[in-house]
C-alpha cells in the first residue's frame, strides 16, 4: 500500500468516526433538559448507555453499551471508509452495475 492510500483512509475513516460520534450525541441533543419536565435525558445509539432523570431521579450508566457502541463506529467507519476508497463517485458506479447486472442476469443478451 502506497503513503497516499492510507492518508486518505486515515481521512475517511476519521471523518466517518466524527459522523458515527454525532449520531452517538443527537438522541442526548434532543432529550437534554427533559429531567425538568418528568422525562429522561438518554445518551447513546443504538445502544443506549446514560440515562438521567425521571419521576423518580435516577442515574443509569452502562459501560458495556457505550463500549459497544463503540465498537459498532469502529466497524462501521472502518467498513464505509473501505467502501468508498475509490471516491464516490466511482463506488455508486460500481454498485449501479452491479445491480444491472444482477437485474438482467439470466436474459440473453443482456
Given at each position: 500500500?502506497?503513503?497516499?492510500?492510507?492518508?486518505?483512509f486515515a481521512i475517511r475513516f476519521?471523518?466517518?468516526?466524527?459522523?458515527?460520534?454525532?449520531?452517538?450525541?443527537?438522541?442526548?441533543?434532543?432529550?437534554?433538559?427533559?429531567?425538568?419536565?418528568?422525562?429522561?435525558?438518554?445518551?447513546?445509539?443504538?445502544?443506549?448507555?446514560?440515562?438521567?432523570?425521571?419521576?423518580?431521579?435516577?442515574?443509569?450508566?452502562?459501560?458495556?453499551?457505550?463500549?459497544?457502541?463503540?465498537?459498532?463506529?469502529?466497524?462501521?467507519?472502518?467498513?464505509?471508509?473501505?467502501?468508498?476508497?475509490?471516491?464516490?463517485?466511482?463506488?455508486?458506479?460500481?454498485?449501479?452495475?452491479?445491480?444491472?447486472?444482477?437485474?438482467?442476469?439470466?436474459?440473453?443478451?443482456?
Amino acid at each position: 500500500m502506497n503513503a497516499k492510500y492510507s492518508a486518505m483512509f486515515a481521512i475517511r475513516f476519521v471523518v466517518f468516526g466524527c459522523i458515527m460520534a454525532f449520531i452517538n450525541l443527537l438522541p442526548y441533543l434532543l432529550t437534554r433538559g427533559a429531567w425538568t419536565t418528568d422525562g429522561t435525558e438518554i445518551a447513546g445509539w443504538p445502544l443506549r448507555c446514560y440515562a438521567f432523570g425521571g419521576i423518580g431521579g435516577y442515574v443509569s450508566f452502562n459501560p458495556w453499551a457505550m463500549a459497544g457502541n463503540i465498537l459498532i463506529a469502529v466497524v462501521v467507519s472502518a467498513f464505509l471508509a473501505w467502501f468508498f476508497r475509490d471516491g464516490t463517485g466511482n463506488t455508486f458506479r460500481k454498485v449501479k452495475r452491479t445491480f444491472r447486472k444482477a437485474a438482467t442476469w439470466g436474459t440473453p443478451y443482456a
